[in-house]
């Protein structure tokens, strides 16, 4: 009898380890994630834009577009018709911050922006938009500019004009 119940308590002490395990596993990946996903610009509107937008989609989801206040308007509007308790000042708080911070000549997510973005951003053909995306998912996310200036179907000196709006 003594024997079963230390085999008893062994088996629980290692579906319990097992379970401890699968949780560390799981914080860690979700910590990576977050690591690795790229800070949000800091201005009026971003927490209520983060509360309110990411209850739908990744907060970064804006980080590779490059629109004029309209569009976000009407982005915003669309996304938040079925959201009666989104109050028309938070509505446009998350506009605010959406038109100062991704608007048209701002910052070139080029890690996050999908091709379309970065064909309107880089102003590059749509074949090459769509070789830089496939290339960046084949290997890996861009570290430098000397990064973006070693493929040869992107203009060196044109990365080098657009690197003061270009993040890594």
Same mark, same amino acid.
């Given at each position: ?18 379970? *401890? ?11 990576? &994630? ?13 927490? +209520? ?15 590779? $577009? ?10 915003? +509007? ?12 938070? &509505? ?43 290339? &960046? ?5 861009? $570290? +430098? ?8 179907? *992107? ?14």
């Amino acid at each position: 009898m003594g024997l079963t119940v230390i085999a008893e308590s062994r088996g629980l002490f290692f579906r319990f380890r097992t379970i *401890l395990l699968v949780i560390a596993f799981a914080v860690s990946a979700v910590l990576a &994630r977050a690591a690795s996903e790229p800070a949000l610009p800091d201005g009026p509107g971003k927490e +209520t834009f983060t509360s309110v937008c990411s209850l739908c989609h990744s907060p970064t989801a804006p980080m590779g $577009k490059q629109w004029t206040r309209q569009q976000w308007e009407s982005k915003v +509007t669309e996304m938040l018709q079925e959201e009666p308790d989104v109050t028309r000042e938070e &509505r446009a708080a998350i506009v605010e911050y959406l038109a100062a911070n991704f608007k048209p000549g701002g910052k070139i997510y080029i890690n996050q922006a999908k091709a379309a973005d970065l064909e309107t951003a880089l102003d590059i053909s749509a074949k090459d938009a769509a070789e830089l995306v496939r290339y &960046r998912g084949d290997n890996g996310e861009f $570290k +430098t500019l000397d990064d973006l200036k070693k493929l040869p179907f *992107l203009n060196a000196a044109r990365m080098e004009s657009l690197k003061d709006r270009i993040v890594f």
